[in-house]
């Protein structure tokens, strides 16, 4: 399901905002496993890496806030989803392409029960954009080009 604006005016036949289409159905529980803090050197964050604890809402607002100046997009997946999985190296790739954007991601399975329904995610792979620290865009499935078009909205 993409949902939001889009300033981005796409090609015939591409995807446009408000299209829906769902590519996997989300685990109705989230396991308690890990935090992370954020990884300088990488091109995507991975905000749940760090084993331990439990990565709350109050530290995903956190990072939001501390993020607030940038376009932020949040890819939210679990390890047990395939095209989770087929299209996280594409986003690795593009992120190292696109430096205006910061790019993270959130691993389900390592988050506080309810996290997920607070923040509308109901299949994977999501990715939510952010700007000024408020949610700006909705993309579901694991479309690469579809996608790609759907990020270079936010450039």
Known sequence: MI???????????????????????????????????????????????????????QQFNDFLSQNKSSTVVIDFYTSWCGPCKMIAPKVEALADELKDIKFAKINLEKCESGLSKTLGIKSLPTFVAYKNGEKEATFVGANYEKWRQWVFCFV
Not at 18 to 38: D, G
């Open 3 to 57: 949902t939001g604006r889009c300033r981005f005016r796409a090609p015939q036949g591409a995807v446009r905002p408000n299209t829906t289409f769902s590519v996997a159905r989300l685990r109705a529980s989230c396991s308690k496993y890990s935090i992370a803090r954020v990884n300088a050197g990488a091109s995507v964050t991975d905000l749940t890496e760090v084993e331990g604890q439990v990565f709350s809402e």
